[in-house]
């Protein structure tokens, strides 16, 4: 009985996860055309380059901001 | 100061606990969990550095993650506005996992261990790996180089790492760095899924794919990277499907320059002259890549002394070329050069940073994992209803193996704490007599069912090395942690068969007393009795499973293969029984949990 119920239990639980990950691709769907898309064409209007993939370069190193030790484990970005 | 690294969401998650400067304890997830590249929050991994150190989480100062989440997003967000419309599939995969675990790293790390908010820190990708080696290191004064496929934004850096004074007050700072989505070890890895191996897990199999072609191809390698005169490069993105597609490398153009793919595990590709050749021509790009990065470091820093870490520096045949023509006198690697070494040097590099004048430590050994009770041998063996005798010491255990080795067996050797990084050095290996060619194939295909083609390495007592490779100088660190190749000596390769690949070379270990002494014997005591004071050494594992740890994992992993005989701790079975164990198939589970391409 109880081993049942269990099983029912993880039935339901895995419907509901598919069922929210079809949601979750629904939606995230639409904030890559409804958001993403718009961010994207401005940017590209205005030229800019965020992967530094355009244009000449005479190196690809970039320097890297000197910071205090200490300071620099803080942040999580 | 006890402060515990972590990497963890991509692949290879770890955790390595460094007190007062002092690592003791690291170990992959994998090793515990038993799935290869295992990504989760290493919960195993942290478990065993607190026992090991006898702490509880309570007794930590300070929890580091070994990169900078958010700005890690800010990446994948830059390259999937900047690649609209054709990065949907890759948006929708990623913010998945991004919203579902990524983004909590901090709150997920603090209720997992039950420490607060102002003991987790966060150390950048290649810091860390910087860290990694420069901390680990002998050097005083070094310049550092870290290349992988891609951290936050960094896929490649140069640094400086200083140490002096009573107090070793340290200064390690990265200097520049490349960025995403120019990337070797990115251009490396489109090459390995070409070629039919998994990203993050076949880059290994190309490098032992490499000898038996030539590099016809180099020059169309070469028009996909835009070099500049100080050693950087950026990639042209046609080429590549990395950046926009979640499943997918490589662009239709490079399979129309090169032919069509490998089918994903199909056939050998050994036999195919084309996908040799591709081979061929992507690890001699690799190479001059990295010599032209190695030597701009050296040219920045002026330092004689060269750190390195990153996926790239695993790299052994490219490490070779680095030790003798970047210009440095000294080179050290991180054996963990991976992202599982990420966890350590942010470790490392926290100690330093937030404690007050850490020891000074340098890496002699690798003997960073678990350590088994004899008890639990006898148990696991006892469980196998596998008959075993107990050896009366170091002296008899080197005697018997080796005379098993000599005999032409295959021995699974299980000795002390399991090593740190992905090579086996002794800890958890499967030993073979390296002299008859024959042996490379028994072991490739009754022992670890895997590829033909693919090289084994050979173990040598370091006082005997330079008599059978042709080593530069005398046999710098990097061979301790077989993490370079040398040509075999041509005089010598006809008694070094098995272990010499196709091109002559070897990826040879030196092992030296003082590190693993009772290696070492053994080393000796089968060179006693053939002549040659080597070992066949490969991993203690079979295709696509984590190396073994537990004793218990030995056993089942002997019995699941064609291994004549399992020494572990100071016991010794030659039994077997009469129906092997069936072939176990964990690499599929095992897949879905490693992020091969970094979003």
């Known amino acids: 009985m109880r081993s049942h119920l269990q099983e029912g239990l993880r039935r339901v639980l895995a419907g509901a996860v598919r069922i929210a990950t079809a949601i979750g691709a629904v939606l995230l769907t639409l ?4 958001v993403v898309g718009p961010v994207a064409l401005t940017l590209r ?3 800019a380059d965020l992967l530094g993939v355009r244009g000449k370069a005479a190196t690809a190193w970039h320097p890297v901001e000197r910071e205090d030790p200490k300071k620099r484990l803080e942040s999580a970005g | 100061m006890r402060v515990l690294g972590l990497s963890f969401d991509y692949h290879d998650a770890a955790a390595a606990l460094v007190v007062d400067g002092i690592p003791v304890a690291a170990a992959p997830e994998e090793r515990f969990s038993r799935l290869k590249h295992d990504r989760r929050l290493p919960l195993r991994s942290i478990a065993f550095c607190l026992e090991r150190a006898g702490l509880k989480a ?8 070994y990169e900078k989440p958010f700005r890690k997003l800010s990446r994948i967000l830059a390259g999937a506005v900047s690649t609209f419309p054709s990065s949907g599939a890759l948006f929708r995969r990623a913010m998945g996992a991004w919203i579902d675990e990524r983004l909590w790293v901090g709150p997920r790390i603090e209720s997992a261990l039950g420490v607060a ?28 180089l870290t290349v992988d496929g891609v951290g936050e934004w960094a896929t490649a850096s140069i640094g400086r790492g200083r140490r002096a004074g009573p107090d070793h007050a340290f200064d390690l700072t990265l200097e520049s760095e490349m960025r995403y989505p ?9 090459f390995t899924a070409y070629l039919g191996f998994e990203v993050n897990e076949g880059e290994y199999k190309v490098m032992g794919l490499a000898p038996y072609g030539v590099p016809r191809h180099a020059d169309a390698v070469r028009r996909m990277i835009e070099p500049f005169a100080d050693g950087s490069f950026r990639l042209d993105l046609d080429w590549f499907a990395f950046h926009k597609d979640p499943a997918r490398s490589f662009s ?7 032919g069509p793919a490998r089918a994903h595990e199909s056939g050998d590709p050994a036999d195919d002259k084309r996908l040799c050749d591709v081979a061929a021509s992507i690890q001699l790009v690799c190479e001059e890549l990295m010599l032209g990065l190695a030597k701009e470091a050296r040219r920045r820093t002026g330092s004689r002394n060269l750190c390195l870490a990153g996926g790239v520096a695993l790299n052994a045949v490219s490490n070779e070329r680095l030790l003798r023509e970047a210009g440095f006198d000294s080179i050290w690697i991180q054996p963990a050069g991976g992202d599982a070494g990420g966890a350590l040097g942010a470790a490392l590099y926290a100690a330093n940073a937030l404690g007050a004048a850490p020891a000074r430590y340098e890496m002699k050994s690798v003997a960073l994992g678990a350590e088994h009770a004899a008890a639990d041998a006898a148990a696991a063996l006892k469980a196998a209803g596998l008959p075993f005798v107990e050896l009366k010491g170091e002296d008899e255990l080197c005697d018997r193996v080796s005379a098993l080795l000599s005999e032409g067996k295959v021995v699974g050797w299980h000795q002390g704490r399991s090593e740190w990084g992905p090579r086996s050095l002794g800890h958890r290996s499967i030993l073979a007599d390296p002299r008859a060619a024959g042996m490379k194939d028994t072991v490739n295909a009754k022992i670890k069912f895997r590829e033909m083609y693919r090289p084994f390495a050979p173990s040598i007592c370091a ?8 080593l530069p100088a005398a046999a710098p660190d990097p061979y301790r942690f077989m993490l370079a190749t040398a040509k075999t000596r041509a005089d010598r390769r006809d008694r070094l068969a098995a272990v010499t690949h196709v091109d002559g070379s070897s990826r040879v270990q030196t092992i030296d007393p003082a590190q693993s002494p009772l ?5 000796k005591a089968l060179g006693g009795r053939t002549g040659v004071p080597a070992t066949l050494n490969t991993s203690f594992n079979l295709k696509g499973e984590p190396i073994v740890d537990s004793p218990a994992d030995a056993v089942s992993t002997f019995l699941a293969s064609g291994m004549d005989a399992l020494a572990v701790g100071p016991f010794l079975t030659t039994g077997r029984p009469e129906n092997p164990a069936p072939r176990r198939q964990t690499w599929e589970s095992s897949k879905t949990l490693n992020d091969g391409l970094g979003w």
């Open chain 1, 45 to 47: 209007l205005l030229g």
């Open chain 2, 182 to 190: 120019h990337s070797l070890g990115l251009l490396y890895s489109a």
């Open chain 2, 117 to 144: 908010p102002e003991k987790v820190f966060y150390c950048e990708h290649h810091l860390s790996h910087a860290a990694s080696a420069f901390l680990c290191s002998p050097f005083d004064d070094a310049a550092t």
């Open chain 2, 58 to 65: 309570g007794d930590l100062d300070a929890v580091v993650f």
């Open chain 2, 519 to 523: 290696f070492h014997k053994l080393a």
């Open chain 2, 252 to 258: 239709r153009k490079f399979e129309q320059a090169f």
């Open chain 1, 31 to 34: 904030v890559y055309w409804l």
């Open chain 2, 463 to 470: 006082g005997d090395a330079a008599d059978w490779f042709e």
